[in-house]
């Protein structure tokens, strides 16, 4: 049987998407290390080399593969979220929310871009950017209020009347 390489490297993406279901993210990496020229395959190794790195906890790293993944396709959801979610982690909050904004203009009809946007403005203590996306988000999807209660990136509005008011309305408008 003759030796194909591009078989090869799609049986090694899917092992290292494989070890990230799992959440064994050292084996993602060692098999994304072992893919020899991935030119075609730049934004998807990246993508899951940020993944993988992300589960370990290397920010810094993972926001630099989410980063090379972003350039190869600027407009993809998970390269922006990645790259958001990075950012936060290393205390800069501004550049997340300037990721997510980035995110909104390809996916503005996915409410978990609007939802982030509102995590991000209420760390940054802008209430009223927060409950604007928030409630956006909530009127897109209602079942997203079941996330607020263990998010903690709104600890700082659990006790405003406009942020109590903004959830009774959406529970009232649960079907």
């Not at 494989?18 to 290390?33: I, N, Q, S, T, V």
């Not at 501004?94 to 760390?123: G, R």
């Not at 909530?138 to 990136?153: A, F, Q």
């Amino acid at each position: 049987m003759p030796f194909n390489p591009d078989k090869i490297r799609a049986r090694q993406l899917k092992a290292a998407e494989g070890f990230l279901e799992l959440e064994m993210p050292d084996h993602a990496l060692r098999e994304l290390e072992g893919i020899k020229d991935f030119d075609n395959n730049v934004f998807h190794v990246n993508l899951l080399r940020g993944e993988a790195l992300r589960m370990k906890h290397e920010h810094c790293r993972a926001l630099d593969a989410f980063r090379l993944a972003h350039l190869e396709l600027p407009t993809d959801l998970h390269a922006l979220m990645g790259m958001a979610w990075c950012f936060k982690r290393i205390d800069q909050l501004e550049q997340s929310i300037d990721a997510m904004k980035l995110a909104y203009q390809f996916h503005k009809e996915t409410p978990v871009v609007l939802y982030n946007l509102a995590c991000y403005y209420a760390l940054a203590g802008e209430k009223e950017n927060a409950l604007s996306w928030l409630g956006r988000s909530l009127r897109m999807d209602r079942k997203l209020v079941n996330l607020i209660p263990k998010e903690t990136d709104f600890d700082s509005l659990r006790n405003d009347a406009d942020f109590q008011h903004l959830l009774e309305l959406t529970n009232s408008q649960k079907s």
